[in-house]
């Protein structure tokens, strides 16, 4: 169908929408990434994924708004930049199929609602209204195909480019023993470089910023080898994130790495220690449960291990109920500060001893009691009583953002 150009009255309907675009309110981009996410819980649980998706969606908005500012009205070429290449990239090496890509549909879908209250805002005109949604309507469906279309073809050359890689046959052979396929130990671990015997610990070490400076990552992995004396076993998992073993029995020292993660957009989650190709798989699976729940309470802190965050997880695994049960156990503290919620959480940790609490914090003993007091006045039930389940709802509190 013949692409026709609106009407000189509806061409500037379209540059002002496209002014709202282009400078969109945060709680519309808010709005549309909570969509998104929510109509694809395998994208959400993936924090390195959301992230790709979310850039690559702010982008094609940018994309089409800023066309329509240029030229309202016209056709909108295919957005070709790096947020749609990355997510390219981060499918074929996750080993995923194009489905992922119902994402950009859901956000063309809370696109298209939020341009629609727009054009309502700027004209009452029937006839107008009737061209210009008729004429955004067609522009946002096509530009959508085409870029969807691009990013297809990309997948392909991704794909090919990956098998013809040793990396594919290392991501091939990890996939088989995660998944409890036959394959024999020795032909696995000639593939690998890696022995399969002996205790192992399992770490996902990942970036929020797919378009950043990768090699950090790898700077990571090779930090990982040298405070643990060992040749870690590293897979490419996706562009942002890599899959690490670590092999023997001391596990990562954690304090060791912090240098390391010293950037916002870093992260590690280390998984238990356990033995034999049952503790490989095992590990990975804890490191893999400590990454999503890092994700899923946009935690704050950059490195976790799964013996610190199991019961957390567990516990937040609905967030909803996780949220309710700390207002519940809280109140008050809940919302009084880092400070005194530390103090309550060291005290409890130390069996309620205050001595041993203070030292740790290294504050006097009477400060100590004193914002115990505090607490006391801002706690639903004495602490005395709830020391427990105020603790776990502290746990909750310092590992979420």
């Known amino acids: ?211 950043g400076d990768l090699a950090r990552l790898d700077a990571v992995v090779s930090q990982l080898g040298r405070v643990t004396g060992t040749r870690p076993l590293a897979v490419l998992a996706s562009a942002a994130t890599r899959w690490v073993w670590v092999p023997g029995s001391a596990g990562i020292d954690v304090a060791a790495l912090e240098d390391s993660l010293d950037t916002g957009d870093l992260h590690l989650a280390i998984g238990s220690t356990a033995d034999g190709v049952d503790g490989f798989r095992r590990s990975h699976l804890d490191a893999l449960t400590t990454q999503q729940m890092m994700a899923r309470l946009r935690s704050p802190q950059r490195i976790a291990r799964f013996a610190d965050i199991q019961l957390v997880a567990l516990l937040t695994a609905d967030p909803d109920r996780a949220g309710d049960f700390v207002r519940h156990t809280l109140g008050d503290l809940e919302s009084a500060g880092r400070e005194l919620q530390e103090t309550v959480r060291v005290f409890v940790a130390e069996q309620c001893n205050a001595s041993r609490a203070a030292e740790r914090l290294y504050t006097h003993r009477n400060t100590l009691l004193r914002r115990l007091a505090r607490a006391d006045e801002l706690l639903p039930r004495p602490l005395a009583g709830s020391t427990v389940p105020v603790a776990v709802a502290l746990e909750v509190v310092r590992w979420r953002g």
């Open 1 to 211: 169908m013949p692409w026709q150009r609106p009407s000189p009255a509806v061409q500037d309907l379209i540059r002002q929408c496209a002014q709202h675009v282009v400078s969109p309110r945060p709680e519309w981009l808010a709005e549309l990434d909570a969509t998104v996410l929510a109509a694809n819980p395998a994208i959400a649980a993936d924090p390195e994924l959301a992230a790709a998706i979310n850039a690559s969606t702010h982008a094609n908005f940018l994309f089409w708004g800023t066309a329509n500012l240029r030229d309202p009205g016209a056709p909108v070429p295919p957005n070709t930049g790096p947020e749609p290449m990355n997510i390219a990239r981060d499918l074929v090496r996750r080993g995923l199929s194009t489905y992922t890509l119902d994402a950009y549909r859901v956000g063309q879908g809370a696109a298209w609602r939020r341009l629609m209250e727009i054009a309502f805002e700027l004209t009452s005109d029937p006839a107008e209204l009737h061209e210009l949604l008729d004429v955004c309507s067609r522009s946002i469906s096509e530009f959508v195909d085409a870029t969807l279309a691009f990013i297809a073809a990309q997948i392909e050359t991704e794909r090919d480019e990956l098998t013809r890689g040793t990396h594919a046959e290392r991501r091939e052979t990890v996939t088989l023993l995660l998944e409890g396929a036959p394959i024999p130990l020795r032909r696995a671990e000639a593939r690998l470089g890696y022995a399969l015997t002996g205790p192992h610990t399992a770490a996902v070490v990942w970036s929020e910023d797919p378009s």
